[in-house]
C-alpha cells in the first residue's frame, strides 16, 4: 500500500497532547487559534436549517404544481463550460483549480450553463419544451458582505425549447408565483434587451458589452464618460431615457423599430391577464451574457445593496455546447436572500415531546417514543442516564411537552402529559395524550 506523505496530527488522549507526524515536537491541547470556516461560507444551525427546509419545500411545491421537474448536475464542471459564452474574465469570479489529472475544473458559479451541457449530453431528443427545476449551490469569488456570499443556493428552473411568449410568460409567472409562495414582499421588474440591443446596433460588440455593463450596474456616470469618450454623447440621452420608460409604446418610440415586437405586446399582455404585480424596466440588463430578449429581475425590499432575489430570462446556450440551437427561458431565486429577507417570520417550530423516565419505566417510556414518531411528532429520551427531575429540568430548556413515565405510568395504559409552557398536566391515555400534541400543530 502507498502510504500518504502529506501531514497529519496525532492524539494523546490520555496525555492530552498533540504530535505533527512531520516534525516531532509536541504540543499540548488547546494552544492552536479555533479553526473558523472559509471567509464567504456559513455554517447553519438546526433552527435555521429546519427554516430553509420550510421555504425551500414551498419552492418545490410551486414547481411541482407547474410541471418542472428537478435536475441535479455535478458541483464542479469543466471550466470551458463557463468561459465558452463568458470569455475568460470570469475566472477571475470563479473558484479555479486543476486535478490530479491535470483538468481545468471551477466550481460551478450557477446553474444554467450546467443543465444546458446535461441537457445536450442526456435528453435532447426528449419531447419539447422540458421543465426542469434545481436547488443546488453556487460559488463565487466574490468580496463577501450582507447578502453576498461565497457560497449561496440558488433555486431555479429552465425551461427547454419552447420558443413562443405563452412559454416567457410562463417562466415570469411561475417566478411570481414562487416569490409569493415563500411570503417575501418584493418587487418583480421586466425588461427585454432588444430595445437597447437596437440602440446600441452600431456599436462593436466589445463597445456594446462595455456599455451594457455600465447599464447592469446601474453605473450611469460611467455610462455617460464611455459614451462621450466613442464620441455618441446622444446615445447616452437615448439609453437614459430609455431606463427611465416605463411603459411599452413609449419603449418602442424610442428603440426603434425592433425584432419581435409582437411577441413582446403578447408577453406582456398575458401577464396583465393573470395579474401579475410588476413593472416595466427597459434598463435590465443582466450581467451574465447568454440572455437574448426577455429579462427579468426581482428586489427584495429590506436588503440593502445586494437586494436582488431573483435574475433570468431568455437565452441561448445549447448549440456553444454542440447541440442543436435551441431556445430556454428560465430564472434562479438567489435563496440565501430570501431567507435574509425573511428573517425569522416564517419560521413555526417543531413542537417536541421530552419522554422523561425513571429506570423501571424505561421500556414503557421506549414505546411511548415510537408511538409519537410514528404519529409524526417528534420525541426526544434522555441519553445521560439523568434522575427524573434533572430530566424535566432539561426538559424545560429544550421541549414544549413532557411526558413522564414513573413506574405507576408503566403498570398502567396511561401517561401524564405536562404543558412546559403553561404548566398544565394532565393524566391522559396515550393516543389522547398524542391527540393533544398534536392539535397544538405538531406531526402529520
Ligand atoms: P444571477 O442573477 O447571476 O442569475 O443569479 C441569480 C440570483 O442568485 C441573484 O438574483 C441573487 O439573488 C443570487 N446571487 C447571485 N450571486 C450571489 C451571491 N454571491 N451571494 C448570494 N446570492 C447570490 C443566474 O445565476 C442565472 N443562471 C439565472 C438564470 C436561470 N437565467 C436563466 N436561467
Given at each position: 500500500m502507498k502510504m500518504c506523505s502529506s501531514a497529519f496530527w496525532e492524539v494523546f488522549p490520555s496525555t492530552g497532547r498533540i504530535r505533527n507526524n512531520t516534525n516531532t515536537k509536541e504540543y499540548t491541547t488547546g494552544i492552536f487559534p479555533m479553526l473558523q470556516k472559509p471567509r464567504g461560507t456559513r455554517d447553519f444551525l438546526p433552527d435555521e436549517m429546519e427554516a430553509r427546509r420550510t421555504i425551500e419545500w414551498r419552492l418545490r411545491e410551486v414547481a411541482r404544481r407547474w410541471g418542472y421537474r428537478e435536475v441535479c448536475t455535478p458541483?464542479?464542471?469543466?471550466l470551458e463550460l463557463f468561459t465558452m459564452r463568458s470569455g475568460e474574465g470570469i475566472i477571475e469570479e470563479m473558484y479555479v483549480f486543476t486535478d490530479k489529472g491535470g483538468r481545468s475544473l471551477a466550481l460551478r458559479p450557477e446553474i444554467t450553463a450546467s443543465v444546458i451541457r446535461m441537457y445536450i449530453n442526456?435528453?435532447?431528443?426528449?419531447?419539447?419544451p422540458l421543465r426542469w427545476c434545481y436547488f443546488a449551490d453556487c460559488f463565487r469569488y466574490e468580496r463577501p458582505q450582507k447578502g453576498r456570499y461565497r457560497q449561496f443556493w440558488q433555486f431555479g428552473v429552465e425551461l427547454i425549447g419552447a420558443d413562443t411568449a405563452p412559454a416567457d410568460a410562463e417562466v415570469i409567472m411561475l417566478a411570481a408565483d414562487m416569490l409569493n409562495a415563500t411570503g417575501v414582499k418584493y418587487e418583480l421588474k421586466v425588461g427585454h434587451l432588444s430595445f437597447m440591443k437596437n440602440l446600441l446596433k452600431d456599436l462593436e460588440p466589445p463597445a456594446q458589452r462595455k456599455v451594457m455593463a455600465h447599464l447592469d450596474k446601474k453605473d450611469y456616470d460611467s455610462l455617460k464618460a464611455t459614451l462621450d469618450a466613442m464620441g455618441k454623447p446622444d446615445l447616452g440621452t437615448s439609453l437614459l431615457s430609455l431606463v427611465r420608460c416605463r411603459d411599452l409604446s413609449e419603449a418602442f418610440g424610442i428603440a426603434g423599430t425592433i425584432p419581435g415586437q409582437e411577441r413582446i405586446q403578447q408577453t406582456i399582455n398575458t401577464l396583465d391577464a393573470a395579474g401579475i404585480d410588476y413593472s416595466l424596466n427597459f434598463g435590465i440588463a443582466r450581467g451574465l451574457d447568454y440572455y437574448t430578449g426577455m429579462v427579468f429581475e426581482a428586489f427584495a425590499e429590506?436588503?440593502?445593496?445586494?437586494?436582488?432575489?431573483l435574475g433570468g430570462g431568455t437565452y441561448r446556450l445549447a448549440h456553444l455546447f454542440g447541440g442543436d440551437d435551441t431556445a430556454s427561458c428560465g430564472f434562479a431565486i438567489g435563496f440565501d436572500r430570501v431567507m435574509v429577507s425573511l428573517g425569522e417570520t416564517q419560521h413555526k417550530k417543531d413542537t417536541v415531546v421530552a419522554i422523561a423516565f425513571t429506570s423501571e419505566g424505561r421500556n414503557h417510556a421506549l414505546e411511548v417514543a415510537r408511538s409519537f414518531r410514528n404519529a409524526g411528532i417528534r420525541a426526544e429520551m434522555d441519553l445521560?442516564?439523568?434522575?427524573l427531575s434533572a430530566q424535566l429540568a432539561h426538559a424545560s430548556k429544550t421541549a414544549d411537552f413532557a411526558i413522564v413515565i414513573g413506574q405507576r405510568e408503566a403498570e398502567s395504559s396511561n401517561v401524564t402529559l405536562k404543558n412546559?409552557?403553561?404548566g398544565e398536566q394532565k393524566t391522559l391515555d396515550l393516543p389522547a395524550a398524542i391527540a393533544e400534541v398534536a392539535s397544538h400543530g405538531a406531526g402529520r
Open positions: 458541483e464542479f464542471e469543466d442526456e435528453a435532447k431528443v426528449a419531447p419539447k429590506n436588503l440593502g445593496a445586494e437586494n436582488q432575489i445521560m442516564e439523568r434522575a412546559l409552557h403553561s
